[in-house]
């Protein structure tokens, strides 16, 4: 079961994740000097002006208040730090003339600068569970962690979590997928899970494919591209009619009984095939435990966040 949701978990690295073997040296250096560190888990879509307008008033008005994590390069990169947290506050600086960059210089090894990085970013409610899941991802293939096991005991989340959040990831391995979505941003985790996971089935694969290849063409024709989610839904939608040909019972609807008396159901989990969420109880539910029927209702809403 996941007992909460992995931003909650990764605030909890935050005391134990130090990385640095010596104490951390604050200096303020030109942006310039700087370039992102490439297993930073922010999506190059929020590096606009547009995005961040906000902080680049803030630091105009009242400075720079938080440090940018920064690690030093090797000489001869042509730049002198990579940033490991605070992507978003350089560029900001960086549209900013004159501006200087406050930083934290931390020594530590690619684990160490990772741990950090999501014990640092824990706190941002702008970064999305898919963000974390790519980041999550190219960490797993560097080979700073052994396998997702080690990743998921490192990061404090559980390997099923880990698991599912990497799987959705996938679809980004696949370039005819990949370019019908502009950034990662407002991707929605469970849909992109679920349309991985439907494509390990061959028929469903050609399915999706053909439906991928209309989308591009509306796209080419009208000159104007369609919410992550639209996308996802309707290439989950594509192949909703075949599934119960192809051995998935009944359309992609759940719906779990998670308590009932003398065969009659009390409480129902369920999720229909747009992803949405609700939880049918029974008038007489009243009749019986409330803590164990609470308790019941809470996990089937933890366990949505990630499915099954």
């Given at each position: 079961?996941?007992?909460?949701?992995?931003?909650?978990?990764?605030?909890?690295?935050?005391?134990?994740?130090?990385?640095?073997?010596?104490p951390?040296?604050?200096?303020?250096?030109?942006?310039?000097?700087?370039?992102?560190?490439?297993?930073?888990?922010?999506?190059?879509?929020?590096?606009?002006?547009?995005?961040?307008?906000?902080?680049?008033s803030?630091?105009?008005?009242?400075?720079?208040?938080?440090?940018?994590?920064?690690?030093?390069?090797?000489?001869?990169?042509?730049?002198?730090?990579?940033?490991?947290?605070?992507v978003?506050?350089?560029?900001?600086?960086?549209?900013?003339?004159?501006?200087?960059?406050?930083?934290?210089?931390?020594?530590?090894?690619?684990?160490?600068?990772?741990?950090?990085?999501?014990?640092?970013?824990?706190?941002?409610?702008?970064?999305?569970?898919?963000?974390?899941?790519?980041?999550?991802?190219?960490?797993?293939?560097?080979?700073?962690?052994?396998?997702?096991?080690?990743?998921?005991?490192?990061?404090?989340?559980?390997?099923s979590?880990?698991?599912?959040?990497?799987?959705?990831?996938?679809?980004?391995?696949?370039?005819?997928?990949?370019?019908?979505?502009?950034?990662?941003?407002?991707i929605?985790?469970?849909?992109?899970?679920?349309?991985?996971?439907?494509?390990?089935?061959?028929?469903?694969?050609?399915?999706?494919?053909?439906?991928?290849?209309?989308?591009?063409?509306?796209?080419?024709?009208?000159?104007?591209?369609?919410?992550?989610s639209?996308?996802?839904?309707?290439?989950?939608?594509?192949?909703?009619?075949?599934?119960?040909?192809?051995?998935?019972?009944?359309?992609?609807?759940?719906?779990?009984?998670?308590?009932?008396?003398?065969?009659?159901?009390?409480?129902?989990?369920?999720?229909?095939?747009?992803?949405?969420?609700?939880?049918?109880?029974?008038?007489?539910?009243?009749?019986?435990?409330?803590?164990?029927?609470?308790?019941?209702?809470?996990?089937?809403?933890?366990?949505?966040?990630?499915?099954?």
């Amino acid at each position: 079961m996941l007992q909460s949701s992995p931003t909650t978990q990764l605030r909890s690295l935050k005391p134990s994740v130090a990385g640095d073997q010596k104490p951390p040296v604050m200096i303020e250096i030109e942006p310039e000097r700087c370039r992102p560190w490439s297993y930073h888990n922010r999506d190059q879509g929020w590096l606009t002006r547009e995005r961040c307008v906000d902080l680049i008033s803030s630091i105009q008005k009242n400075g720079q208040i938080e440090p940018v994590i920064v690690r030093a390069l090797e000489s001869g990169s042509g730049k002198y730090f990579e940033i490991i947290a605070g992507v978003r506050r350089w560029f900001s600086c960086l549209q900013i003339p004159g501006q200087k960059l406050l930083v934290r210089v931390i020594e530590a090894d690619d684990r160490s600068c990772m741990l950090l990085m999501h014990a640092e970013n824990a706190d941002s409610q702008d970064i999305s569970d898919f963000e974390r899941a790519y980041s999550f991802a190219m960490q797993l293939k560097s080979g700073a962690f052994k396998n997702q096991t080690d990743l998921a005991k490192a990061v404090g989340l559980s390997q099923s979590t880990i698991c599912k959040m990497i799987k959705a990831t996938e679809l980004f391995e696949k370039p005819w997928l990949a370019v019908l979505f502009e950034s990662k941003l407002e991707i929605p985790i469970r849909l992109a899970y679920r349309l991985s996971s439907l494509l390990k089935k061959p028929d469903f694969h050609m399915k999706i494919e053909a439906e991928v290849d209309l989308l591009l063409e509306e796209k080419k024709k009208t000159q104007s591209g369609l919410r992550a989610s639209t996308i996802l839904r309707r290439l989950i939608q594509c192949v909703r009619l075949e599934a119960p040909i192809m051995g998935i019972k009944g359309s992609f609807e759940k719906n779990k009984v998670l308590f009932k008396k003398d065969e009659k159901p009390i409480v129902v989990a369920r999720e229909d095939q747009a992803g949405n969420f609700s939880l049918n109880i029974a008038g007489d539910v009243r009749a019986f435990n409330r803590d164990q029927i609470s308790a019941l209702c809470v996990k089937a809403i933890q366990d949505y966040f990630i499915v099954e």
